[in-house]
């Protein structure tokens, strides 16, 4: 039976005093579509040390609270809500206000689970306590693939319909304009560096392909947060001149640099999604994935795949895709098609369906 009507939601826009990463830009293509929806329903409210000015003023985002990070989130954001009559809250970005009842909290993945290893001892205390109080008190949870879904169900005894996927996606049409076929001399990564994105096998890889004389410039974008992130297992090779850190770029560098690759490696352990390959496929760039966690499910037939725990087999990869013309043609036909199955629109839109049926007992 359907419940009372969600009227008037709340977004929790904490994300906008963040760097953007995957889960941020999920927040923000989501928020602003469900802005562009329905204007009236959402209201957003983020804490005063916000970073995206222009998106917030896209969002016409409510400053509230005193506090910033996770104090805004448990204290101020919690408190604010009660002023407004315990209204739905929708969190976008893994965390939540614990005791604050009436939301429905995102979760993306579970890493912590899987590679515990990687994040710093507050992190996983804290993050930990938030997943546990979130997934047994929000009145249902969004996550981003049915790979994160069945995680979610593993780790925390979810019910299935508890548990409603929405996707990512990449902005295709714009990315389509930036496609130039101007392919320079490197391969092309791009994430956080953490452990389960693997990337000092790739290093090694080159430094096989290397020895066959195939000599491969290897470029990362993506920064390390010592805050996050332990630094145990990371160990990527800063003497080996073949290979170029480029830090955070902004999103027009960040476009351009996938463009001009020769090919977009992705030999990460552990993905809830993985936004980057789509992003990849959507400049044209064949790609070279895992053949683990969420990644067949996002990239179907339109990416070459590895055993990311098999170093040889990443190094025959990324030759075969360098090397077979024909097969380069058809990764970027096949990547151009496959990125239609996803739209921040269409994941929008789910996100108000599942919102009109939220029945009181969710």
Known sequence: MIGKSYNKIFVNCRFLTQKITG??????????????????????VAPKNVIHWDIAKELDVKIV?????????????????????NPLIINLVNTAPLFYLNKI???????????????????????????????????IIFTVSNF????????YKIKPN????????????????????????YILSVSSLSINKNFYSVIKAINILKKKKLNIKYKIIGTFNEKLFSNKGV?????????????????????ETYSNALLFIYP????????????????????VVSNTASLPEVCGDAAYYVNPYDVEDIARGIEKVLTDENLREELIKK?????KRFSWEKSARKVIEVLDNLSIDS
């Open 23 to 44: 889960s941020q830009r999920f927040a923000i293509e989501i928020s602003k579509q469900l802005r562009k929806l329905q204007p009236e329903r959402f209201v957003f």
């Open 335 to 339: 990547g151009f098609e496959n990125i």
């Open 235 to 255: 160990e990527l090779n800063n003497t080996n001149n073949n290979i170029e850190y480029l830090g955070y770029l902004p999103d027009d560098k960040m476009f």
């Open 148 to 155: 994160s879904k069945n995680e979610l169900m593993y780790f």
């Open 105 to 139: 909290v995102t979760i993306h993945d579970v890493s912590m689970h899987r590679f515990p290893k990687q994040y710093s001892f507050l992190f996983l205390f804290w993050y930990k306590i938030n997943y546990y109080f979130n997934t047994k008190f929000s009145l």
């Open 162 to 185: 508890k548990i409603f996927v929405i996707n990512n996606a990449v902005d295709h049409v714009k990315f389509n304009k930036l496609y130039k076929n101007e392919r320079e001399d």
């Open 65 to 85: 609270g005193i506090n910033t990070g996770h104090l805004w989130e448990q204290i101020d954001l919690p408190l604010y809500l009660k002023k407004q009559g």
């Open 268 to 287: 990460s352990f552990y993905e809830g999604f993985g936004i980057p390959p789509l992003e990849a496929m959507a400049c044209g760039c064949p790609c």
